[in-house]
């Protein structure tokens, strides 16, 4: 049996405009990471002679601030790694608190809060680097080719979410089986822009679907759009191994802008309820 869910969005006046200086309210305040935390070491049968640095963001941090700050160690010392940091105009920012000794021979993937993008027309020309201090000096290297895709990757995304977030609040409405669907509100817009909902999509656990046409006319206050939620994969394997389950996102576009990607996730209090309405469509599985 398929089920509705409701996705709840509340549009609000504000300039499309992305800029250094626009408020973010989905951002949340940048937080120091704590020494260590969750820090991850790779054991490569070789490293690149000296210190370098890159930047990554796992596959767990999806959807927020959270990423890495990659150091290997070339050298034959271990390297008494204090702070990490990008040095890039596209999201400013200090280096952070890293108290890391990263052993001889190693590579260390080292926590990292991205600060807010600025979304200004001159940032993509602007230098890219990583920077590693130590408790002898500083390390600063231009961004290889792998760090400046991610880099660039979630640079992209975060001006995507604050586009969105000038015209339009969005939040998941599990409301039941019966459930209200999306449901999209405009306020005080003299000439709105219609805001389509052109996609969905829920995790290996989850299918998401909304019908074509999906969205609000720019001569509607407020529209229902229902978003239907089936059954993904059903294994014990594809239940016990995935790591993104309410990672999901919706795709939005802004009257005739492009296609905006958005990773949201359903409210924590609704989780219990989603597994256990899983748990009922899945019973009947047989592995077959």
């Not at 609000?12 to 626009?22: I, P, Q």
């Not at 920012?93 to 890391?100: F, M």
């Amino acid at each position: 049996m398929k089920r509705l869910v409701g996705l709840a969005l509340a549009v609000v006046l504000g300039t499309t405009a992305c800029s250094a200086s626009r408020t973010d309210p989905a951002a949340r305040p940048a937080q120091q990471p704590s020494p260590g935390h969750r820090t991850i070491t790779l054991a490569p049968e070789t490293v690149p002679p000296g210190v370098g640095v890159s930047f990554i963001q796992s596959r767990f941090d999806e959807g927020t601030r959270r990423a890495q700050v990659r150091v290997s160690n070339g050298t034959v010392r271990v390297l008494p790694v204090q702070a990490v940091g990008v040095d890039w105009a596209g999201f400013p920012g200090d280096v952070q608190p890293a108290d890391y000794d990263v052993p001889a021979q190693s590579i260390v993937d080292l926590r990292y809060r991205l600060s807010r993008p600025d979304c200004g027309p001159d940032v993509g020309a602007a230098p890219m680097r990583g920077v590693v201090v130590t408790r002898a000096r500083t390390y600063r290297a231009d961004m290889p080719a792998d760090g400046r895709r991610f880099l660039e990757r979630l640079h992209a995304t975060a001006c995507a979410e604050q586009d969105i977030a000038d015209a339009v609040d969005v939040r998941w409405d599990v409301a039941g089986e019966a459930g209200d669907g999306l449901v999209l509100s405009r306020t005080g817009r003299a000439d709105p822009d219609p805001i389509a909902v052109e996609q969905v999509q829920g995790s290996v656990l989850f299918d998401l679907a909304v019908g074509a046409g999906a969205g609000l006319a720019a001569e509607d206050e407020k529209v229902v759009v229902p978003v239907q939620l089936s059954a993904g994969r059903c294994d014990e394997h594809a239940r016990s191994q995935s790591t993104q389950t309410f990672i999901w996102r919706v795709w939005l576009r802004l009257g005739d802008g492009p296609l905006l990607p958005l990773v949201l996730e359903p409210p924590r209090r609704d989780h219990a309820d989603l597994l256990a309405w899983l748990d009922r469509e899945c019973a009947g599985y047989t592995g077959h």
